[in-house]
């Protein structure tokens, strides 16, 4: 290379431009403040509840009913006073609890003036002289309707449960913290300590730290320290507020979908039985079947619609046995059984956002339009008569 050439592609040093230490901090300022800024305006104030399925997009909308001042659907031990008040205003005599996933809530594809099958219900028992309430949670467990209905069964007069059984949500264990609270009242841990399922569940509860945060320094001065700064934070912070939005968002709106993405998992991958909780649940069914007969309670026990015509998501050998338990169960303890798989006809189910990045709208196995739950209060109606009159032959 000669002397010339060299020369020519040497970079003169009056181009080289070195950021001066306050600059390169005004800039770090700015850029910081902005992305904060966009954080608090797109996260600031929002309240998603990302245990729900049908807010994982604008597929399916989440419905609870009020009659008057008062819920007659409610979810868990944050609104369950309300439910019980409006039972109580209404002067019920005779109660039907209807106990259920989001099934029973949420409505696919829902347009101006419709409902899911609670209110309507509602309405069709109470021409019978029954009042109906409802709770249910997604993704709901029987061990969790086992709680709810050791509770609620002492704070009504309960006549008729209703129960859905759901294969999926047998993959579920344990008590979520809404439905954990509870066990505080000493008549349902009383009533729960009788068995060996709820015995497990109530130690299940007592024995995990009630702040996961704060677990591994419980007790210690730096627990004290960071619980006065985070409570300080939120009284102050509209964007320390949000964190629990942000954190969501990213593992269910990002991460989730990637995992999915990633594993090739789609709404008809097969999802295999969890034998350990599968006779979990089936144990806590079968106590609440147990604890119904003997205090006069007639049940209604129903394996929820599921889509059809479709390849489905579970392996058929395990499905079948499932819904053979079920019905062994039913007939044991005298309970109204039907199945109700192929109730809800194929063009009344929808779709639902997709749970991969980039991918197309998926079958929604779980959730229906408003004709599938016109359908279904229909159908639960006339097994709720037929479990009275079954009650009133026995008496």
């Known amino acids: 290379m000669s002397l010339n050439s060299s020369k020519r592609n040497a970079v003169p040093q009056s181009s080289i431009h070195v950021l001066r230490p306050q600059a390169m901090l005004a ?11 966009i954080l608090v305006i797109y996260f600031g104030g929002k309240k998603t509840n990302f245990e729900d399925a049908a807010t994982f997009g604008a597929q399916t909308t989440s419905v609870f009913a009020k009659v008057g001042v008062y819920p007659i659907h409610c979810a868990d031990s944050r609104d369950l006073a309300a439910c019980l008040a409006g039972a109580r205003d209404r002067k019920a005599v005779h109660s ?97 300590s009788e068995t060996e399922i709820g015995r497990r569940l109530v130690t299940a509860v007592h024995t995990v730290p009630q702040d996961q945060d704060t677990a591994g320094i419980a007790k210690t001065m730096q627990e004290r320290v960071e619980r006065y700064i985070n409570l300080w934070l939120e009284k102050h ?10 954190r969501g968002q990213l593992i269910y709106g990002v991460l989730y979908n990637l995992r999915n993405t990633l594993f090739g998992i789609k709404a008809t991958s097969k999802r295999k039985m969890m034998p350990g909780r599968y006779l979990d649940n089936m144990d806590a069914l ?68 997709a749970t991969a990045l980039g991918g ?6 779980m959730h229906f339009q408003y004709g599938g739950h016109k359908l279904l209060a229909g159908r639960l109606e006339g097994l709720v008569v037929e479990a009275m009159a079954s009650r009133e032959k026995e008496q």
């Open 237 to 246: 912070s509209s964007l320390w507020q949000a964190r629990p939005e942000i």
């Open 27 to 37: 800039a770090f300022l700015i850029g910081t403040t902005i992305a904060l800024a």
């Open 286 to 353: 079968e106590e609440m079947l147990i604890t119904a007969k003997r205090n006069n309670i007639s049940v209604v026990l129903y394996v929820a619609p599921f889509r059809g015509g479709v390849e489905n998501p579970y392996i058929d050998t395990e499905y079948a046995r499932f819904k053979s338990d079920v019905k062994i169960l039913s007939r044991r303890y005298g309970a109204v059984y039907e199945n109700m798989e192929m109730l809800v006809p194929g063009d009344l189910w929808g779709t639902k956002d």
């Open 360 to 365: 197309e709208a998926e079958v929604d196995f």
């Open 96 to 192: 039907v609890l209807w106990l259920g996933n989001s099934q029973v809530h949420a409505v696919n594809q829902l347009q101006k003036g419709e409902t899911n099958a609670v209110p309507i219900l509602f309405d069709a028992l109470r021409r019978r002289g029954f009042d109906l309430l409802t709770f249910s949670q997604p993704n709901a467990n029987l061990q969790e309707h086992y709680v709810l209905f050791e509770y609620l069964r002492r704070q009504l007069p309960l006549r008729v449960l209703v129960l859905p059984v759901v294969f999926d949500d047998l993959r579920e264990e344990g008590l979520r913290n809404e439905i954990a609270i509870l066990t505080r009242d000493d008549a349902t841990v009383s009533a729960l």
